[in-house]
């Protein structure tokens, strides 16, 4: 394995590669980076691509098999046979499509411009074949031959730039055709345009109203063989050196390829300009070496990976792992370029002069275990994304629920971003803004009629602001579901995220504040109805909405986002024992949550959430709401139940496979939570630094800390049958309950956990 290095400019600037060198493993062990497959995750509704990146990159480089509909969302679905072409940007398994800019198609034939669909013949599109069976990922670099034109295709990426090598048959003249107007989900592009610079470069820009209102992506290609340029709009040829256009604009470039049958391109993006495109592309690839800005890529990864590292259990075990770690950092995406300009929230170019920018939060997944995640193996770079929620926050008036290319969606529930701050304060990660941050944690807790808003991204989002949710709130005490929809969640939701502030009320020393955001974190008790025992719809009188079954679910309309009465009634990660109180106490809690995971699993409802999958009775593990329950049990003594359940979903919910995840990945949420408890551990409720125990699946982990320092998990007596702990002691001194403190973590040591086939009750 070639060491890394800092060569020809190809990463100056990001700030990801400080102190990288060769790292190996023990001899007869595979590199972390060779048990990835990127193929987890793109068949079933996993919504991942396979195609080439680096950590947290600005550039997502891989094919487009289809555009509409749910599983297109990543533009990449294992069940296609044809590819449209690849473009440069893509999201990580998200339930709403986006991205899919400046797409690149190879061919030698006439040019198509149509897109077609995977039944028609690919002959009357630009499109073509392709086989799973001379198709490869790995980290950082794609390949698949197009079978249609016989064209090798591969892709690596840098940062912020992405690079392509096309081998053509001998003889056939190689072409290209670059379409500026294709997106995912076929959102509108009110601007595009497409500019010819010389006989080897090319550069355009589009903007497009769809998920996030104004998305902007310029770019600025190079080739390293000549070509002639042709334009078309709608189909027909257009005439210059430079075109502007509506949806469907698109270049054919013929190259002169008679002495050699590659062609090679990189292409540098922006969302700022022109200039930014070029210069990135310049700072990060200022050469044609196609195999070594490979290498290096898969180098990058090789050093993100090992910061966990695993001994035991099965190869595929091992595959499932390290590519969950893969998946946990690919979103959020660089969004600053390498100049340092940006384009913020309030949809201006700024400047930062120290951490970089990201974009692509999507926080009600990811603040469950993504960004716990980070707090453990890159404190830094969870830093950096606080940093920026702060700016968005500056620059946009409020922080952001859902985030996407420099504008608020307003997409999902609650204030989340919330508990990623709470969550690295709570932990003593605090190189951040921490007086503005919460100020910008009391803003986002309270009613505001929009009118702070950026006015573009308002027009988009004031309906999904939450604004009268949390008026009603103050109001009522609760949220009347004839007034909000999904009542019982936001109100939930609004609860925790409320209990966060009360949590960094109290370290900061601001006890009025403490005192009403307790108040308010309590307010969840008024939606338990104790004769049916679960969180129901209040009307405003305070009486129940019926009528009520609690496996009931209706996408959208509902007082349930995502979910029903069975998976959000558990939604109180901050107050397990009051939740049990509510319930009963010890005894009835149990059970409760012991017919959560054995009652029967249908679903009712014609328009039920297709978000409720990866079903263990009715807990849902395929969407993110549930996904602290089965550490519940720890809570109230039961400790061998939440390793019996959450050995359950790790064995029969993650494969290596497309197949391979049990609902949308989510930017890492999915990922994260198999990362934690794999290793043997969850971080049930952000916001509490503390641990809760479950079972580990490796022999040993080793997680590298600052100063040298590491924490190892040592289990002994491992095996499928043994899923119970017996014993565990944290540098000698025996656990006297199954949690431990981030504190105790990062201090480093040895946590030793003895297995049995017995739980030990």
Not at 231 to 236: A, Q, R, S, T, Y
Not at 240 to 265: E, K, M, P
Not at 587 to 611: C, H, N, P, Y
């Amino acid at each position: 394995m070639r060491t890394c290095m800092v060569k020809r400019g190809l990463y100056a600037g990001i700030g990801l590669l400080a102190g990288l060198g060769q790292m190996a493993m023990a001899a007869d062990a595979k590199l972390a980076v060779d048990c990835v497959d990127p193929f987890i995750g793109t068949g079933g509704h996993g919504h991942t691509f396979p195609g080439a990146t680096t950590p947290y990159g600005m550039v997502q480089l891989s094919p487009d098999t289809r555009t509409i509909g749910w599983d297109a969302s990543s533009g990449y679905h294992y069940t296609d046979q044809t590819i449209l072409g690849f473009s440069h940007t893509h999201l990580s398994g998200t339930g709403i499509g986006d991205m899919g800019d400046i797409l690149f198609m190879p061919f030698t034939d006439e040019a198509q411009f149509a897109p077609g669909d995977t039944e028609e013949d690919p002959s009357t599109a630009h499109r073509s074949r392709f086989s799973h069976d001379r198709e490869h990922a790995e980290p950082g670099y794609y390949q698949v031959q197009l079978l249609d034109d016989d064209i090798n295709v591969e892709l690596t990426a840098t940062p912020r730039a992405g690079m392509h090598r096309y081998t053509f048959p001998e003889g056939e003249q190689a072409s290209l055709i670059i379409d500026i107007g294709h997106t995912l989900h076929g959102h509108e592009n009110p601007i595009t345009e497409l500019r010819v610079i010389n006989r080897t470069e090319i550069e355009g820009y589009k903007r497009t109203k769809g998920w996030a209102a104004n998305h902007h992506v310029y770019f600025h290609a190079k080739f390293d063989r000549p070509f002639t340029c042709s334009f078309f709009n709608d189909g027909e040829e257009a005439t210059g050196n430079w075109i502007t256009g509506h949806t469907n604009l698109q270049a054919v470039l013929r190259f002169d390829a008679s002495d050699r049958r590659q062609v090679q391109a990189k292409v540098g993006i922006s969302a700022v300009d022109y200039e930014g495109a070029q210069r990135n592309l310049e700072a990060e690839i200022a050469h044609w070496d196609f195999d070594w800005v490979r290498q290096s890529a898969r180098d990058v990864w090789q050093h993100r990976l090992q910061r966990i590292q695993v001994k035991g259990n099965t190869e595929d075990t091992r595959t499932i792992f390290y590519t969950a770690l893969y998946h946990c950092a690919i979103n959020p995406s660089l969004f600053t370029d390498v100049d340092g300009r940006y384009r913020g929230v309030d949809q201006r170019i700024h400047r930062t002069e120290g951490s970089p920018i990201y974009t692509v939060f999507s926080l009600w997944d990811t603040f469950r275990s993504f960004h716990p995640l980070l707090t453990i193996i890159d404190p830094d770079i969870n830093n950096d994304f606080i940093k920026t929620l702060i700016t968005q926050y500056e620059q946009g008036g409020m922080l952001p629920k859902w985030e996407l290319a420099g504008n608020y969606t307003g997409t999902m529930f609650g204030y989340h971003a919330l508990p990623v701050i709470a969550d690295a304060y709570a932990k003593g990660q605090r190189d951040f803004d921490v007086p503005t941050a919460y100020q910008a944690m009391l803003k986002s807790s309270r009613y505001n009629d929009g009118d702070f808003l950026y006015p573009a991204s308002a027009r988009n989002v004031r309906d999904r602001l939450d604004s009268k949710a949390k008026l009603f709130n103050e109001t009522y005490g609760f949220i009347p579901c004839e007034l909000e929809r999904r009542s019982v969640t936001r109100g939930l939701e609004y609860a925790y995220d409320d209990w966060c502030i009360a949590q960094m009320a109290a370290a900061l020393d601001k006890p009025e504040d403490e005192a009403i955001y307790r108040e308010r974190a309590g307010r969840y008790q008024a939606y338990f109805d104790p004769e049916t025992g679960f969180m129901r719809a209040k009307h405003q009188d305070g009486t129940w909405k019926t009528p009520f079954s609690p496996k009931f679910s209706r996408h959208g309309d509902f007082e349930y986002g995502e979910g029903n009465a069975w998976q959000w009634t558990w939604f109180v990660p901050h107050d397990v024992p009051g939740l049990a109180e509510l319930m009963g106490g010890r005894k009835a809690f149990i059970a409760k949550l012991d017919e959560l995971f054995t009652t029967d699993s249908t679903i009712e409802g014609e328009e039920a959430s297709v978000d409720i999958s990866g079903m263990i009775g009715q807990y849902a593990h395929g969407n993110e709401p549930d996904h602290h329950v089965a550490h519940m049990y720890n809570g109230v003594g039961e400790g061998w139940k939440t390793q019996e359940i959450v050995d359950q979903i790790l064995t029969t919910l993650y494969f290596n496979d497309p197949n391979g995840l049990s609902g949308n990945e989510d930017c890492g949420a999915m990922s994260s939570w198999y990362v934690l408890n794999a290793m043997g551990f969850y971080s049930f409720c952000p916001g509490l630094p503390k641990y809760s125990l479950g079972r580990p699946l490796f022999d040993e982990v080793v997680i590298p800390l600052k100063d040298g320092k590491q924490f190892v998990i040592r289990v002994s007596n491992n095996s499928p049958d043994n899923k119970y702990i017996q014993s565990a002691r944290l540098n000698q001194v025996p656990l006297t309950d199954l949690f431990f403190t981030h504190e105790q973590l990062m201090q480093g040591g040895l946590l030793e956990i003895s297995m049995g086939s017995q739980p030990v009750r």
